[in-house]
């Protein structure tokens, strides 16, 4: 760590007992960014209430950053995925959406979440059933994917297969993908569920192949950065291995409503608030997340 952000974060420490949340302990200075992205996910959007106005007014808030572009983690509808849901309601969330991000002009890359994705349709034949519906509805190239942007190199996973993992295809691609990158290519790497995460030990949902991945972005640890996951709807950061794993809360907070007696706010689910990330990315790797608190 530099001396400079040593002293000022010492400071703030000792001011206020805690980093600000997203606090970066090894921030540059005197560097732009090459990139400047918000990462939002769990949005879980619905007809029902004053849903789609709450959400629009939290993408109003997002877009009032100069950013390049977004990165939706998942979950984007409220829920296809409960075995009592019916055609019309799966349709009628999607279109939602479609107005929810029409709000805006910049690219939008989604990964698909367990709750986009509509099981229970009559059968396997059916155009709405399974992630090739959601493909088509987040307007994505695959269930998997990437893309690079100014230097960067940007994965993007489909974890929704049985135990939370990455069926064998997937893999494969993402061990060609990796090998197939130039040296010091920096990467990031988003996913619905989180690679590795604090609140697994006591929420559950944490990826069932996070040890296989762990050794696949050490053997390439001169180019995986940083990971970005959400499905928690709770807030935490973890490092390993110089890798940072950042699973950013969630958007709808505590699915849009009040709470409940383990919410330790209205709106926020267990200890943590609606909100989104905005993330700085610099050319030799660095990355700077930050998490903004929404009030709904």
């Not at 760590?1 to 600000?20: C, K, W």
């Not at 019309?88 to 991000?101: G, I, P």
């Not at 994965?155 to 993402?174: C, R, Y």
Request: glycine share 8%.
């Amino acid at each position: 760590m530099e001396r400079r952000n040593f002293l000022r974060n010492s400071v703030l420490l000792g001011a206020t007992g805690v980093l600000p949340v997203g606090a970066a302990l090894s921030a540059p200075t005197g560097e732009k960014p090459v990139l400047t992205i918000a990462h939002i996910t769990d949005v879980h959007i619905t007809a029902g209430g004053d849903v789609p106005e709450r959400a629009d007014k939290c993408l109003k808030e997002v877009l009032k950053h100069k950013i390049d572009f977004i990165l939706n983690g998942g979950d984007s509808i409220g829920d296809a995925s409960y075995d009592n849901v019916q055609r019309n309601q799966v349709t009628e969330q999607w279109a939602v959406w479609d107005k929810f991000v029409g709000k805006t002009d910049l690219n939008v890359y989604s990964c698909i979440g367990n709750h986009d994705i509509w099981w229970k349709a009559p059968d396997e034949q059916d155009e709405m059933y399974g992630k090739p519906y959601v493909v088509k509805r987040l307007k994505i190239p695959n269930r998997y994917y990437s893309f690079s942007k100014k230097k960067w190199h940007f994965i993007i996973l489909d974890g929704n297969s049985s135990g939370i993992k990455l069926d064998p295809e997937q893999m494969s691609w993402l061990e060609k993908e990796l090998e197939g990158l130039r040296a010091n290519t920096p990467v990031l790497i988003m996913s619905h569920y989180p690679i590795l995460t604090v609140t697994n030990t006591w929420e559950g949902g944490q990826h069932g192949d996070h040890k296989e991945l762990k050794k696949l972005f050490y053997k390439h640890r001169d180019k995986v950065r940083v990971c970005l996951s959400g499905h928690q709807h709770l807030l935490d950061e973890a490092v390993y291995n110089g890798v940072k794993y950042h699973c950013n809360g969630s958007m709808s907070g505590f699915w849009w409503g009040k709470g409940d007696e383990k919410s330790a706010q209205p709106y926020f689910y267990q200890e943590s608030s609606p909100g989104y990330a905005l993330l700085k990315l610099y050319e030799d790797g660095k990355v700077e997340n930050q998490y903004i608190h929404l009030t709904s």
